[in-house]
């Protein structure tokens, strides 16, 4: 409910919030709200803090859901200055990360599915990972469909001998002697640098190679792939020519099953929203050469008062925040931005684009109404529906689970899991003076005790006492099939 105003305390601090309303500066900023108790309720973003912040202190008639059940409950607003709009959008993206706000949309993407890590070593490294870390490394996804990444894995891994070991490759190391080649090398799927047998020039070509592929540039990439085949050909290197042929044939039939979208062979990033009521859905597709690369779904609740154009807002500075893809040179969006939020965009990818060594320059930011690229435009808002209305049916069940099992739903909330956990299987270990190591597992079914399925373990490679061995050799009895 609204604060009520009659109280001497409540009317002195609606004083103190209307001084600060009219001292605010014409800088661009975040602005934060907090209640009566102090906390922050609210996290916002301007090119204008005092235009944007005083449009919420209008007449009750001009305010709308959300926002006008918000404005009742600020006591207080903090304000924090920056030197631009992207600086602004950068500091807003962290404080709703670790305050969450109660009014703020809470937006969430597809980090849990894989990433496709590229490390940051002399020799790097390929593999998969869930957790994205900033850590120097390149990173490709997420990727929601795990066929499409069965596929890009078995084609690295069949047309470039990437090393698969964890051994750190640094000069002295490999100069010392210190590693052996293992059997990749002797099948041909690695060529032995950790022995000095390939250089680190010659392994970075082929990862630069594997960045082309990842990155969508299939096309360019046989073009190059088919030159160096003709000048080893020509050289009398007929077997560095076969390779070559046999990893440009693997990359054609690679790029014949990618499915074409456009035929312009454009690199671009389209995006749609799909909303109703308090949730929300959007879609990103990344098309490079005019393929399909991926896609990244977003799902918002809270978003109650909010616009499409401001939900497209959110999900376009999220995603160009987040991403580590590199940014291509059209974007095509359902809804028309803000001339504030469009320029707020172009900065942010032009920033990016520097950072990642590109030109630097915004790409066309585009509405399309009619032709090839309003039809991608729409194909993207189908899949956006379609994703919506996935996201509704699962809430409905997620509120049923809840009401029949809300201790289940509170533990699955504070664990953050997508869903209640319906069985739940607990370990214990015991021991007798470092000896006898034995392990218990309890089960629980839909919150009751599932005695027919609880188990004994005897432990048998524990030395000592070593707890954290037990729950290991436990742990892989029972899941490591």
């Known amino acids: 409910m609204p604060e009520h105003e009659s109280h001497p305390h409540l009317t002195r601090k609606r004083e103190e919030l209307r001084e600060k309303l009219a001292s605010l500066p014409l800088s661009p ?35 709308y859901g959300k926002t006008l059940v918000m404005v009742g409950h600020i006591h207080d607003l903090e304000v924090i200055i920056t030197s631009s709009e992207v600086e602004a959008l950068i500091l807003e993206n962290n404080l709703i990360k670790e305050l969450k706000p109660r009014y703020n949309v809470n937006l969430k993407d597809d980090k849990t599915y894989p990433y496709l890590v590229i490390t940051n070593e002399p020799f790097p490294r390929i593999f998969l990972s869930r957790q994205m870390k900033r850590d120097g490394s390149t990173w490709f996804g997420p990727y929601t469909e795990a066929r499409q990444l069965r596929s890009i894995l078995d084609l690295i891994g069949s047309i470039f001998p990437v090393r698969s070991c964890k051994f750190h490759l640094s000069p002295e190391n490999i100069a010392a002697g ?32 594997i960045l082309r592929l990842l990155k969508g540039k299939t096309s360019s990439l046989v073009r190059s792939l088919t ?49 109703a009521e308090d949730d929300a859905c959007g879609i990103v597709f990344k098309i490079r050469e005019g393929k399909l ?43 028309q931005p803000s001339p504030e939020d469009e320029e707020t965009l172009a900065e942010l990818i032009a920033d990016k684009r520097l950072r990642e060594n590109q030109d630097g320059k915004a790409p066309r930011i585009l509405v399309p109404r009619i032709g090839e690229k309003a039809r991608l435009v729409e194909m993207c808002r189908r899949n ?61 079914e839909k919150g009751n005790p599932k005695k027919s399925d609880y188990r004994k373990f005897r432990l048998t490679s524990v030395e000592g006492s070593d707890d954290y061995a037990a729950m290991k050799e436990v742990i892989l009895r029972r899941y490591g099939g």
């Open 178 to 209: 210190k590693f052996r080649v293992c059997l990749d090398y002797h099948i041909h799927r690695c060529k032995g640098p950790c022995e000095g047998l390939q250089s680190e020039g010659d392994y970075l070509r082929m990862i630069a190679e």
């Open 293 to 335: 690369l991926g896609s990244q779904r977003f799902s918002m609740n809270n978003t109650g008062g909010e616009t499409r154009e401001e939900l497209q807002a959110k999900v376009l500075e999220h995603y160009y925040l987040e991403t580590t893809e590199t940014v291509p040179e059209e974007i095509l969006l359902q809804e």
């Open 29 to 63: 900023g975040v602005y934060q709200f907090r209640n009566s108790k102090g906390k922050v309720i609210y996290v916002g973003k301007a090119k204008n803090l005092r235009n944007r912040v005083r449009s919420y202190f209008r007449p009750p008639g001009q305010l």
């Open 384 to 444: 956006a529906e379609h994703h919506l209305e996935e996201f509704l049916v699962q809430k409905q069940k997620r509120g049923e689970a809840a009401r029949e099992h809300p201790g289940l739903a509170a533990l699955g909330a504070f664990l953050r899991l997508p869903e209640i956990p319906k069985r739940i299987e607990c370990f214990d270990n015991s021991h007798h003076q470092g000896s006898d190591y034995v392990s218990s597992m309890v089960c629980f």
């Open 227 to 275: 030159e160096e085949m003709h000048r080893s050909a020509s050289e009398l290197r007929f077997e560095e020519a076969a390779e070559l042929k046999t990893q440009i044939e693997s990359l054609k039939r690679y790029s014949e099953r990618q499915k074409v979208l456009a035929e312009d062979g454009c690199d671009r990033d389209v995006f749609a929203i799909a909303s």
